[in-house]
C-alpha cells in the first residue's frame, strides 16, 4: 500500500519545517510519521512511502506515484479505531475530515488536488490527538508519550535494570542494549522510556514522563522533569522539563532548558539558559512566520524553538518565546532578540550573515562525527532555506 503523508498548515511549524515535512517532526517517543507506520505495521500492511510537500524539498523526500494512494495528515496521531477505520472503510475516491480539515483520503494524486473525493462519515471520537501548532509539541507531549509508550511496549517484556537504581513507579521500559546506573527513576507521574542503546549516567534524577530515544545519553547528574524527550543519538545534560529535542542535538552540560523545541544537529554551549516564564507571568508572545510578527501563544510557559544546525556558545541567555531559525551561530553576552532569522551570526550586539561555505564546512564535521553524509541534497536544501529566509536578515 502506498501511503503519501501530505503537508498540512506546514508554516505553523517553521522553522522546524524548513528542513523537513512535517511527518518527521518528533512528539512524545516517535515521529508523526513512525506513529501511523506502527500502527499500519499492527495491522500487517505492507507500506510504501512518500511525501507531498514543498518542491525544494522534494528531492530528499520525494513523491512516489501510483494510481491510488492513502493521503495522511499528519498532524493527526493515529490510533488504533481511526486506523482500522481507514484501512476497513474508506474506498476510493473518499475521505475523512476534522471539520475542513481533510484527515484521510483514498485516491490519486489529481483526485486528490483537486478535492475529487466524496466526504466519509466517521465517528469524531477517533481524533484523540492532532498538532496544530508548534507549540503542542511540548505542551501535548505527555499525552503523547503515553500513546507511545503503550504502542512499544504493548505485550512485550523491559530489560531488567540493575540493583544500582532507585525505582519509584512501574511504568518504566528499558529496550536492549540501555545501560541505567545509579541513577533515580520515578515513573509515578508519567511512563520513562529507555530507548535501544541509550544510557543515563550516575547521579540523573528522572520524574516522568521521559522520552530517551535510541542512542540517546543523560549525562551525570542530569535532572528531567516533566514530560520530555531526547531524540535519538542526542545527549543531553543539567536541567530539561516539558522540552522536546528532535534528534541528533547536544545539551551536554549544566543550564536549564524549558518548554523548548531543539531541532536536529544543533548544540547548546555550556550553561545555556532559557527563560520559560515572564517576569510579570504574562502570556508569552512567539514569532509567526505565517503573520511575520508576534503572536499570543496563549501559553504562560514558554521558551525557545531552535530550528535544525543552530549553535549557541557557552552562557547563552535566551528571553522566554526567543525563535531561532535554521543554521544560525548564536554568541556574546546579553539576551539576543526574541526572533533570530535562519544564517544568523552574532547575538545581543547585532548580527550578521553566517555564510553558507561555513554553514557546510560545520554540517559536515557535525554529522560525520554520527556516521551521516551531508549530502549534495542536503546541500541544496540548505541553500533554497537560505534563499527563503533573507528577507529577515534584512
Known amino acids: 500500500m502506498n501511503v503519501v503523508f501530505f503537508d498540512d498548515n506546514r508554516t505553523e511549524f ?44 522534494s528531492k530528499k523526500y520525494p513523491f512516489k506515484d501510483d494510481k491510488e494512494s492513502i493521503y495522511i495528515n499528519p498532524r493527526y496521531c493515529p490510533n488504533q479505531f481511526l486506523v482500522d477505520f481507514i484501512l476497513d472503510n474508506l474506498n476510493s475516491n473518499e475521505a475523512i475530515f476534522d471539520n475542513n480539515i481533510l484527515i484521510a483520503s483514498k485516491c490519486s494524486r489529481d483526485e486528490f488536488e483537486q478535492a475529487n473525493f466524496y466526504i466519509k462519515d466517521y465517528n469524531q471520537s477517533f481524533i484523540q490527538l492532532k498538532i496544530e501548532k508548534i507549540t503542542d509539541l511540548f505542551s501535548k507531549n505527555e499525552e503523547a508519550i503515553r500513546a507511545d509508550f503503550t504502542l512499544l511496549t504493548a505485550g512485550r517484556k523491559s530489560q531488567t535494570l540493575s540493583s544500582t537504581n532507585t525505582i519509584i513507579g512501574d511504568d518504566i521500559f528499558i529496550e536492549e542494549g540501555a545501560k541505567v546506573e545509579a541513577a533515580i527513576l520515578n515513573s509515578t507521574t508519567g511512563p520513562i522510556y529507555i530507548g535501544k542503546d541509550a544510557e543515563v549516567m550516575e547521579g540523573s534524577v528522572v520524574r516522568g514522563p521521559l ?68 517576569n510579570n507571568y504574562a502570556e508569552v508572545k512567539l514569532w509567526s512566520y505565517e503573520t511575520e510578527r508576534f503572536k499570543n501563544t496563549g501559553l504562560q510557559f514558554c521558551g525557545l524553538v531552535m530550528g535544525d544546525h543552530s549553535k549557541c556558545g557557552i552562557n547563552t541567555m535566551f528571553n522566554t518565546g526567543t525563535v531561532v531559525g535554521v543554521s544560525a551561530n548564536i554568541f556574546g553576552s546579553g539576551f539576543p532578540r526574541n526572533f533570530l532569522p535562519s544564517f544568523s551570526w552574532g547575538g545581543a550586539s547585532g548580527t550578521t550573515t553566517y555564510s553558507l561555505n561555513k554553514v557546510f564546512e560545520v554540517a559536515e564535521k557535525v554529522m560525520e562525527r554520527r556516521g551521516v553524509e551531508l549530502t549534495d541534497i542536503d546541500k541544496d536544501l540548505l541553500t533554497t532555506v537560505f534563499e527563503l529566509t533573507a528577507k529577515y536578515r534584512k
Open 14 to 57: 517553521l522553522p522546524l519545517t524548513y528542513t523537513k515535512p512535517v511527518a518527521l517532526l518528533r512528539i512524545g517517543i516517535l515521529t508523526l510519521q513512525d506513529k501511523w507506520v506502527k500502527y499500519f505495521e499492527k495491522n500487517n500492511v505492507e507500506l510504501s512511502i512518500s511525501y507531498l510537500t514543498e518542491e525544494y524539498l
Open 211 to 278: 522520552a530517551l530515544c535510541e542512542h540517546a545519553t543523560l549525562k551525570l547528574a542530569t535532572k528531567i522533569y516533566g514530560a520530555t524527550t531526547v531524540g535519538p543519538h542526542s545527549k543531553v545534560g543539567g536541567e530539561v522539563t516539558n522540552s522536546v529535542i528532535q534528534g541528533y542535538s547536544n545539551k551536554g552540560h549544566d543550564g536549564f532548558l524549558g518548554n523548548s523545541i531543539i531541532g536536529e544537529w544543533c548544540n547548546l554551549g555550556a550553561d545555556t539558559n532559557n527563560s520559560n516564564l515572564k
